[in-house]
């Protein structure tokens, strides 16, 4: 099946515009336009058409918020003053098949044109006409069908579910793993493969057995009891076989996620650590520097008193050996305190130890006061003197060992305020590396933490249903064998017994058949898609290993073993998108055509020509619909394609800007 024709009127750009897609010896069709011309809704004019949908809208700037119906009409009415009840937007889309056989596919929706305060355009939804004419290629006889019957023959050949595999923009297939998940994937390849026609007939059949079961159980009163609870046993292992599988599914994602974020943090340090080393360290610094600035303190204010101390020395010096001098000759009396020992006279208890005087102890320290009675002023001038001269002497003495110590203590803090300012400009050094992707960096460490609690929770939850699940299969056992003894016991049973027996060996025969047939496709797509990535990526590419799992989930590995599908670029993106949809197409024998706008305008350089190497191959056996922006379709894109072009289309806007005209090459 390909597309022959496209007819386009009053649809956004297109006032009337039709395009003829004749085959060659290679079935490509080339169509070159400039921005703003209409090459993405040129798509959209295929999707509306098949299916009244325009998936591509956000990429035009013909928004959402544009009406379907060609401006230039708009304008013309309001020029005019020509307000009209009906005025249609209608897409013809024709496809051919190798007998000859034609299917024409309309679809047309009327526009109400009204000025009140303002111009009103209402498209008139309920009125829209899709109809599909199927002409016979061998007897000329025409089937027609509308609405909902036209909506049932195309969902057969080109299903709505899957048309994201054979119409695609550029953007599109850069974003195709994260915006379709593996349950949509399988869903779509067990389509194209028909596998679901398979999986169909097992519901069916399965449906059948348990109606059997049903009529048998009906017999006995018995027999429908054990039925109620193998209902009820069975849908609760379902529910946990359907939690496991979906944990699964969670499972997988975030391993992948995990081996993508460990990729990309392979050999960097976590920023956070560092971040927190600096803090710490910073902290450290801040405890240095006060500490200095206190033994700084310290050392200027003991300068300060030593430079006092220094310049009395001479003078103290000399005094404190005349008071010593003077107290050796008993010029001077010692150094007592009279006070106290008058207070221990009055008191009968020695100041000093507490014991009671005796008479001969009292008797000395009267003695004592007796004879040592100052005798002038100036001795008790010089007595009163002595400890601060002795302290300023012994302070000098003391100078060269006090300074040697409040230095060291100032070396020591200033070693240290060395030590961690070089810590500094390491840790320092090693943020500036990141200094761009910091804030990414953290994120990533961040997610890397969550994945792995949230890894944890889904194996225990896995586990959890598993045991379950298991409880209930032996459960089941139980109650089948139950039901299988009670059903052995009334012949009346027998025929219904034969019918569910044999339902039962062909549902294994069929379930074996469906793992058999969905284990190759996906081996074989596993295959086919990376010989093809593999052919269109260039020689330096890390990627290096694809794995699609049960679950047709695509995970892409580099020469380490490490999943690479996070950090590999949009180009290699964009090549896996389609090597993975060529794969599919080609193992499942799927006929149908693709159209790709823009379809390398991710890549650059040498996979910009194997791109184009492998569309044209492709091209041999299936219809390519390719559009490009003429900056696209460069002069080494274009000796690739030249040798294999069937139609080359170029559109360009008028003089006035207003209509798309076009200039068709039938080279095939």
Known sequence: MRFKQIEIHNYRQYRDLTLEFRPGDHDLQLIVADNGVGKTNLLNAFTWCLYGDEPHLGNSKYDAGEPKLNKEVIAECVQNSVWVENVSVIVTVELGDAKNSTVKIKRSVPFRLLQKDGLEFIEKKAEEQFTVTVTNGIDGQALSLKNEGATAYINRYLPESIREYFFFDGEQLNTYFQETKGDRIKEAVYSISQIDVLSRTIDHLKTTVSGKKRDASAISSSTAQIYKKLDELKQTRDGDIDRIERNQSSLFEAKRRLSDIDGQLRGVEDVRGIENEREAALELEKSYLEHYKRDQAKYYEFVRKMMADFNLYPVAKKTLDVIERMEREGHLPPSID??????????????????????????????????????????????????????????????????????????????????????????????????????????????????????????????????????????ISVWEKKLNAELEKDKKTEAANRAISFGNRALSVLKAAEKAIVDDVRKRMESRTEALFKGLVWKNSKCDRIELTERYQLSLYDRQGYSCAGTCSAAERSLLALSFTLAMHEVSGFDSPLFIDTPIARASGENRENFAKTLVEVSKNKQLILAFTPDEYSEAISREFEPAIATYTRLRLDEQESEVMKEVEYRG
Request: aromatic share 4%; hydrophobic share 35%; proline share 1%.
């Open 338 to 475: 009279p006070e106290k020992l008058q207070k221990a006279l009055s008191m009968g208890t020695c100041t000093l130890c507490g014991h009671s005087l005796n008479e001969d102890e009292r008797a000395h320290i009267e003695a004592m006061l007796n004879q040592f009675k100052v005798s002038s002023e100036t001795s008790n001038i010089l007595s009163s003197m002595r400890s601060e001269l002795k302290r300023i002497v012994d302070s000098v003495k003391r100078y060269p060992a006090e300074r040697k110590r409040v230095l060291q203590s100032l070396k020591k803090d200033e070693q240290g305020l060395e030590q961690i300012g070089l810590r500094l400009n390491d840790i320092n050094a090693r943020i500036t590396k990141f200094a761009e992707s910091s804030d990414d960096l953290k994120r990533l460490f961040e997610e890397r933490e969550q994945l792995d609690a949230e890894i944890d929770s889904l194996n225990q939850g896995i586990g959890a249903f598993q045991s379950k699940k298991d409880e209930m299969d032996g459960m």
